[in-house]
């Protein structure tokens, strides 16, 4: 979707489309229940320009899970904004892991057209081989004495 170009009237869940009345409603929390959500940094809705708050389907998902940790786990709410910014750590994380391994994979591809390129271009001519006889005679080396050592 990248290389694609949004249509700037597609909705998607990250569109703030629904004021706060309808977000409460759908959420199943009062209006002042976000407002405080939204001073404590838990959902951030988007604002217009009048400053009015405008909540995504997004939102609304974490506004349910916000009420589910609180009311059914127990959970405070300094709590659930310390899960909330961890699983928004561990997804980044993870978005970024899924973009190592694309790169990492593009270059094992990289890598994988040299290597055959290089065995392409090896040389393919037949050497002839001779068998040497073994011998059990001794063979002394001695090094060539420089001028300098004398004789």
Do not use: C, F
Not at 2 to 20: A, F, H, K, Q
């Amino acid at each position: 979707m990248e290389g694609r170009r949004r249509n700037p009237y597609e909705l998607t869940e990250e569109s703030p489309v629904y004021v706060i009345s309808v977000a409460a409603q759908l959420s199943g929390l009062h209006p002042q229940t976000l407002r405080q959500y939204d001073r404590l940094g838990l959902v951030s809705p988007d604002r217009t320009a009048g400053r009015g708050r405008r909540y995504s389907a997004r939102d609304i998902e974490l506004l349910r899970q916000v009420q589910q940790l609180s009311q059914d786990e127990g959970i405070n709410l300094a709590g659930i904004k310390r899960i909330i910014e961890l699983e928004n750590q561990v997804a980044a994380l993870q978005s970024r892991v899924a973009e190592l391994e694309s790169a990492l994979d593009g270059a094992a591809a990289t890598m994988r057209q040299r290597e055959a390129a290089v065995h392409a271009s090896y040389r393919r001519d037949l050497v002839p081989y001779q068998e040497v006889q073994q011998t059990s005679a001794l063979v002394v080396w001695r090094p060539k004495r420089s001028p300098q050592q004398g004789d």
